[in-house]
Each structure stands twice: as structure tokens, then as C-alpha cells.
């Protein structure tokens, strides 16, 4: 890594992807540190708003990217407007019906053709195989391989950075109070059905909620 060298964030306007931005800030100075964050046809409009007041609150640029084409492949919760989180056992291979199949991959390649032409080498990533919902397109060798593709078709050094690839929740805030980034945990959004304040049932609110209480740390979105 040389001094120069820039990141770009992948910023969904949620905890896991705010603490990442703080992690980029911290390791690569936040002068060096610009926000992706995309505009996939998701049903809460209100992640894309927060992702803008979290870059501006810690002073980054944000841009918005639209990709909505989720939408018209169907059967996903986040997505589609006709199926609810939870109401559904999930689909075939036993995930859950908020996988959106492919996103990441399609983010990370997007986000990848966004750095290249602006030569940033550095993509940021808050995905996590701890996950509770096992997203097969969060796992390591997903994203392993991912790298090996995108440098390999863009003939380009690109390094993707997992920051909280094995941590847990309660890890992840840990994390993110020692990158002096739980102020800016106030401004995200992780509620599955879009409500804030959260609504604190959906299994995206209830992990949050193991994780602060884990951590020991009161959540600064609810408190
Ligand atoms: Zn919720």
C-alpha cells in the first residue's frame, strides 16, 4: 500500500458498512476515503438517505449509483413489494427470502468499474460469513475468488478489504466504538421492515440488539 493509495467504501446506509467506512478513514486517511452506495430498487428508500447523512456527517463523499434491475428478477423480500420478511421458510437451498441472489457480487463490480476509473485501488466491503443469515455471496471465497475475477478482467491491482469478514456482532461494535465511530451509528438504518425508530423484532433489529448488549454498549439509534 503506498501513500497515495485510495478507497472506495461500499456505504448501504447500515451499521456493518458505517463501521467500515470509519476502518477505511483510520487506515488510509479520510481525505483518500469516497462512499459508493447503491440504488438497487430496495424497498426502504430511507437506506439510501442515511447512507448520504452518514458520509456527509463524517465528512466523505457519497455518490449514488442506479442499478435497479433486482426488482424485475422477483421473489426476493427486499425487493419485492409482494412478499414480506419472515413470511416465508425461505427458498429451496434454505436461505433466507431477503438473499438477493448475486447482489454483492454485482455491487463489488460495479463499485470495481467506479474505482478503476478513478483510480482507486481499494474497494471496502462490510460483509461477514458470521452472518446469521449465512449469504453465500458474503463468504471468504466468494469474495477470494471475486478478486482474482475483477483483477484479472480489468487488469488492475483492485484489493478487496473485508474488514468484518469473522467478526462477530458484539466484535463489530467493539470495533466500531474504538474507530470513534458509534456517534455516527445513530444516523444508520438496519430494520428489515424499514421503521425508525426500529421496530426491534426483525431478525436485522434483533441481532443489532445482541450485538450492542453483547458489547455492552447502549445502541446510540435507540437510546
Ligand atoms: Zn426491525
Not at 202 to 210: D, E, F, G, H, I
Request: proline share 4%; with cysteine.
Amino acid at each position: 500500500m503506498t501513500k497515495s493509495s485510495k478507497a472506495v467504501v461500499v456505504l448501504s446506509g447500515g451499521q456493518d458498512s458505517t463501521t467500515c467506512l470509519y476502518w477505511a478513514m483510520d487506515r488510509f486517511g479520510s481525505e483518500r476515503v469516497t462512499t459508493l452506495t447503491f440504488d438497487y430498487g430496495q424497498r426502504h428508500r430511507i437506506e439510501i438517505d442515511c447512507a448520504r447523512k452518514i458520509a456527509e456527517f463524517a465528512g466523505v463523499n457519497n455518490t449514488v449509483l442506479p442499478i435497479n434491475t433486482f426488482a424485475a428478477l422477483g421473489g426476493d423480500a427486499l425487493t419485492d413489494t409482494k412478499i414480506s420478511v419472515g413470511s416465508d421458510p425461505g427458498n429451496a437451498s434454505g436461505l433466507p427470502n431477503t438473499f438477493v441472489p448475486g447482489r454483492n457480487i454485482i455491487f463489488l463490480t460495479f463499485a470495481a468499474a467506479f474505482a478503476y476509473q478513478r483510480g482507486i485501488e481499494h474497494l471496502v466491503t462490510g460483509v461477514a460469513e458470521t452472518d446469521y443469515s449465512g449469504y453465500p455471496d458474503c463468504r471468504e471465497g466468494t469474495m477470494a475468488a471475486l478478486q482474482k475475477t475483477l483483477q484479472a478482467g480489468m487488469e488492475s491491482k483492485l484489493r478487496i478489504h473485508t474488514p468484518l469478514m469473522h467478526l462477530s456482532k458484539q466484535k463489530t461494535v467493539e470495533l466500531a466504538r474504538e474507530l470513534k465511530s458509534l456517534e455516527a451509528m445513530a444516523l444508520t438504518h438496519t430494520c428489515y421492515n424499514g421503521a425508525r425508530p426500529p421496530c426491534g423484532e426483525c431478525p436485522a433489529c434483533v441481532l443489532r440488539a445482541k450485538g450492542f448488549f453483547e458489547a455492552g454498549i447502549a445502541d446510540p439509534l435507540v437510546n
